[in-house]
């Protein structure tokens, strides 16, 4: 985290979190859709705008639109596991 914090740009703290060499826990495969739940649900609980527009998605589905992201987003061919477009649903959920 060090290293991160004393990047020089956003795009270098970012390119070192993406280093797979660099894994903020050893089990961070099996924690990291719980924590990026726990960072999306304070980011909606404290910007009551953004809550707002999330709501106002019904109950639509969401998704990561992210073409090289298959984790996170659908990826290019839209097979990816989209897991924050279900975050976001699920903090949605949680809302009403």
Same mark, same amino acid.
């Given at each position: ?5 004393? &990047? &020089? ?12 060499? @660099?894994?903020?826990?050893?089990? #961070? ?11 999306? #649900?304070?980011?909606? &609980?404290? @910007? ?10 019904? %109950?639509?589905?969401?998704?990561? %639109? &992210?073409?090289? %992201? ?6 290019? %061919?839209?097979?990816?596991?989209? @897991? ?13």
């Amino acid at each position: 985290m060090a290293e991160i914090q004393a &990047s &020089s740009t956003p795009e270098l703290a970012a390119k070192i979190g993406r280093n797979p060499e @660099h894994q903020p826990y050893p089990d #961070w495969d099996l924690c990291k859709c719980k924590l990026m739940y726990r960072a999306v #649900w304070q980011k909606f &609980s404290q @910007h009551l705008d953004i809550r707002q527009i999330l709501l106002d998605t019904l %109950d639509a589905e969401i998704i990561e %639109d &992210s073409p090289v %992201d298959y984790f996170w987003g659908c990826g290019i %061919d839209r097979t990816g596991a989209n @897991h924050l477009g279900r975050i976001l649903m699920q903090v949605r959920a949680d809302f009403v």
